[in-house]
């Protein structure tokens, strides 16, 4: 496959692996006889990452053991240095980085802060928190930004709706632009007063416009020309006027735009200090391999002298903060992190660890050999992370023909104001419309054949109460913010648990009520029951009679339940 092989990666498909790594494994596995190693790693690669499916016994755990002493019991292994190998060599045969390891001190992180004060940002920041409505910061919040202040590079992980965009947005507003910490030494730094500061990259267009929106709202309508947005299906050669004219810090986009704009030397990004890869699971998917690989190899990449010395391109030092968000991180992005960030850490909301001790090994020591439940429960402990704990779930049977018909008698016996109804085609999603619409529930598509104006309108529409069911594809899935949104319907299933949990995750967002119904035919309910498995939570069987819900299924909720 000579076109994956990069000189220094093999992209497989939804995964980065170091080439080194991989044929000093793969030798290794060889020669002793070892494919299992292998085929652990396959088995854990789409299964999201929690600390219990990697073997350790996370304060987490502990704490809702011991729910009395919850806060005061937290302590991690948190370190307060910085890492000391932020400059990495890559040395000239283009092998990985060298990298000098860092001692790190225990103390713990004042997870669950009760204002953003106790952080460490600045004051004109906190400021501006203040006059948007952010007063107390989620516990992911409290986790990451002293973490990231501290300039680590980090994984955060946390449940869908628990505030990640400000987990990261926060720090890098400390450090870079109007609101920044005046003592922070960052412009000596940094290259040219031209140069982008940091790079936040998204999956959707949606997703980076929504980020943009959250830092505009905190720069402030004086400061918006500080952050821009380059994303796909508007036009480059204006996002290109745009960067020249304004001179942004920060840019936000999708992957492909820029690489694009960066590949034809319009974006100064090698001086880049925060690099930002939100729902990176996604972005390290096939789809966005050769994009994201450039952007990894470019942002925050100055070419530099060698050590005696002399010139030389091959040597690079590496200023960035790699920092890598989601509700759902695979072992694939664990792998990424350790290839591509700076002793990197993972970031929760009650526990921030080294990454570089999460090993397949480590998986194996504490993985129960041969007990079907015990893997059951390490899947339960990870999607009790990725989903928000007060979703509830239910399923109802109907033939396909009546799907849309029931969708509408649910949103009735819901009473149900914002709802997101995913499907998987886009001509059947049309269809669903059509029908809502003839009678009489105000309905609208979404989906990757709009333009990118229909689609922003359509957005605004929702968000407004103007339509109130959206029906779309994944496209809607990952990172999208409509607090409003009080149900969510799978009309057609999704792929896996990781579908579901982002789809789910569009409503119950930060602490709000949520119900997520799965429609599905008589044949399909074995991948319910399934997907309850593997997510651990109870997805009972309803109906929905004269106008409201009815569990038909209780004791097998209740037996799910505990
Ligand atoms: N400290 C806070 N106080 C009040 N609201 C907050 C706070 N932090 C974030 N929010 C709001 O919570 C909502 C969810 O935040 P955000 O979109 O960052 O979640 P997320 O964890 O990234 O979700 P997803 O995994 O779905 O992308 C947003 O509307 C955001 O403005």
Known sequence: MPSLVSPRLLFLVGEIIPLKKLSRGSSSALSQ?????????????????????????????????????????????????????REKVAASDKSRAVRVKKTLEIDSAPFAATSFSELGLPSPLIERL??????????????AIPTILKNHDA??????????????VLPILSKVGPLKDKSSS???????????????????RELAMQIVREVEKLLGPE??????????????????????KNKPLIVVGTPGRIAEISAAGKLQTHGCRFLVLDEVDELLSFNFRQEIHRILEHVGRRSG?????????????????????????????????????????????KSVIPLESLTPGTVNLSRPTSSSNSDLNLQHQATVQ???????????????????????????????????????????????????????????????????????????????????????????????????????????????????????????????KGTVVTICEESEVFVVKKLQKQLGVPIPVCEFTEGKLIVTDKEKHAEASR
């Not at 005696?308 to 903060?321: E, I, M, P, T, W």
Request: charged share 25%.
């Open 33 to 85: 006889g070892s494919v299992r190693f292998f085929s652990r790693v396959d088995r854990q690669k789409n299964a999201p990452l929690t600390l219990a499916n990697l073997g350790f016994n996370t304060e987490f755990e502990k704490t809702t053991k011991n729910k009395r002493n919850k806060l005061e019991n937290v302590k991690v292994n948190y370190p307060t240095e910085a890492p000391k190998s």
């Open 130 to 143: 203040e006059m948007e409505g952010f007063n107390v910061p989620t516990d992911v919040q409290s986790a």
């Open 155 to 168: 994984v955060i992980q946390s449940y869908t709706g628990s505030g990640k965009t400000l987990a990261y």
């Open 186 to 204: 960052g412009d000596k730094e940094t290259g040219k007063k031209t140069d982008i500061e940091a790079v936040i990259v998204a999956p959707s």
């Open 223 to 244: 400061n918006k020309r500080v952050v821009q947005q380059l994303v796909g299906g508007a036009n480059r050669s204006r996002q290109e006027e745009a960067l020249k």
């Open 305 to 349: 002298a060698d050590p005696q010395g002399q010139k030389n391109l091959l040597v690079k030092s590496a200023d960035r903060q790699t920092i890598m968000v989601s509700a759902t991180v695979p072992f694939s992005v664990v792998r990424a992190a350790r290839s591509w960030a700076c002793d990197p850490l993972l970031v929760q909301a």
């Open 386 to 512: 990725s989903l928000p704990p007060a979703l509830k779930h239910y399923y109802c049977v109907a033939r396909l023909q009546h799907k849309v018909d029931t969708l509408r008698r649910c949103v009735y016996a819901l009473d149900a104001q914002s709802v997101i109804a995913f499907m998987n085609h886009t001509r059947q999603l049309k269809d669903a419309v059509f029908k809502l619409e003839a009678r009489g529930m105000k309905a609208a598509e979404l989906h990757g054949d709009l333009g990118k104006l229909g689609r922003s309108t359509i957005l605004k529409k929702f968000k407004s109460g103007q339509v109130r069911v959206l029906v779309t594809n994944e496209l809607a899935a990952r990172g999208l913010d409509v607090p409003e949104c009080d149900l969510v319907v799978n009309l057609d299933l999704p792929t896996d648990s990781i579908h579901y949990a982002h789809r789910a995750g569009r409503t119950g967002r930060l602490g709000r």
